[in-house]
DNA sequence: TCGGTTACTTAACAGTGTTAACCATTCTTT
DNA sequence: AAAGAATGGTTAACACTGTTAAGTAACCGA
């Protein structure tokens, strides 16, 4: 039904990512998109059940290549702390280098998310999947000191989704060097996970 | 102007406070605040140039009383490892135990916050400004191994809006309990800031 | 009592998401 | 080949949205 490719609905999709990054997701519209497909509005509901499921559509397809970022940056690295960080930075340099397509992620309200179907997100946890395991790797190794994994990955995903909020809202002060902001803090969410050695 | 107390005016922004954390931002209309509070939509303009200023105001007010709850947690505690933890501990329990006005204040996009007036935002890093502050201190009496405090109370803050982020939108993995996840994350973003002694 | 201000209203405009009904064209089946 | 169904689109309409312009009724000072 949804899944068989389509020139004019990967046209829509094109479109509507386009637009939102330009124009934003206030005044993104239906008719809108319609008009620079050139189509008539109504014609996009044959391709997508409604506003909503177009957007999450195109979460997903965003999801999807920052995950395939995040494991492609840290394929082959086998120093588990390396490989920590190489996922770690995958992320940042996937979120700074493609605001367009990482904002779409999170473009979508808490409130329109409650209603983000739970398979799908379940999708995009594939990159915080690769975190657990390389903590759990870590622990088991003695090279980091956590309880769960399970949390700290979480924590360290939020930890980064906030960092990148930051950056790309341009809410940074302005004596604030940007790539200095993001390497320290990086560093610092690095930092606060691994094993206390000696200064 | 805006400035003198009316009742009608602060009815409109109670309002509208209940309506956005009750239904949600998406559904939040003139109409809708204005049929509540038996007026009609026009008469909201008389006290609010349009919808984005009535949002901003709601976002203010939220700032103001987040700052505030940050303040008066850390107010008095003179040891600065202690005054640290306080100061981000009484920002995640605000956050937390107040999701509404909390969530008010980043329910506003990038694109409205665009429209956010600058000096109005100013305000809104009061409790930032608390953080620099207490990091020079640490740093200069050599509890805390920062480069720059003011890019490191950045970083914090962006990890905390990061962890809170999480739990209010309900994204947190149901295997995770949600006060563990907090009091570990927070754990690891200070540990991040500390001086590193030995094990 | 006249004028002006204040606090509000109704009517209207241009835009929104979405549904229902319709119209060709093409594919399938008899 | 004829009939019917599916495909891929259309237009018209509904109920909503933010916002503006114009109007109205009550009060207030001269």
Redesign the pocket.
Known sequence: MSEAE?P?RDKILEISRHLLFDEGFD??????I?RRA??????I??YFQ???HLLHTLIEESVEELSQAVEQNADGEKDIIRRFNKIINGYIEFAISNPEKYQVIYMIRPNAMARYPKEKFRKARRCYELLVKVIEEGVSKGVMEVEKPVIAAYSIWAQLHGIVTVVLSQHLDSRIDRNQFITESVEHVVQGFLIRTTV
């Open positions: 389509n004019l005044s993104l519209s239906m008719r809108k319609a050139g189509i008539s509005a109504t014609s509901y044959l409604n506003k909503d």
